[in-house]
């Protein structure tokens, strides 16, 4: 009996593996609830994914001065705490269209509103001293 040989296309799949979706805790029921209810395919998943992602990349871009020292990492933490399933929803439902852009970045722009409405950027005071 000769050895085995495994050759690379044993290993890794003949299509990438769809990307990991970073889920805050809380908001993982739903998640799970959004994507059984969709179902989307692997193709469907991974466009609405590539939107989301460039939709917070594009909305962090144009942040309000409040927010210009978040980082694109802590402005898409801070907007998958805030919003995560309502944004793959979003996605989704727009089929992953690029063209969709717009509309998912104006949603992001309005969560990130609301969350700064919330909990205003902290301003150093000055001491009074009359």
Do not use: C
Not at 8 to 15: F, G, L, Q, S, V
Not at 68 to 84: F, G, I, K, P
């Amino acid at each position: 009996m000769g050895a085995l040989i495994h050759t690379p296309e044993t290993y890794m799949p003949a299509h990438p593996s769809i990307p990991a979706i970073n889920t805050p805790e809380h908001h993982r029921g739903a998640m799970i609830l959004i994507l059984l209810t969709f179902a989307p395919d692997e193709e469907a998943l991974r466009a609405a994914l590539h939107l989301a992602e460039n939709a917070a990349i594009a909305a962090w871009a144009l942040r309000p001065e409040d927010l210009a020292n978040l980082t694109v990492e802590q402005y898409r933490q801070l907007l998958d705490y805030a919003a995560a399933p309502q944004v793959l929803d979003l996605a989704l439902y727009l089929g992953g269209d690029r063209k969709q852009i717009r509309t998912l970045m104006d949603f992001i722009t309005g969560v990130m509103a609301d969350v700064q409405a919330r909990y205003p950027t902290p301003r150093l005071r000055t001491n009074d001293q009359s």
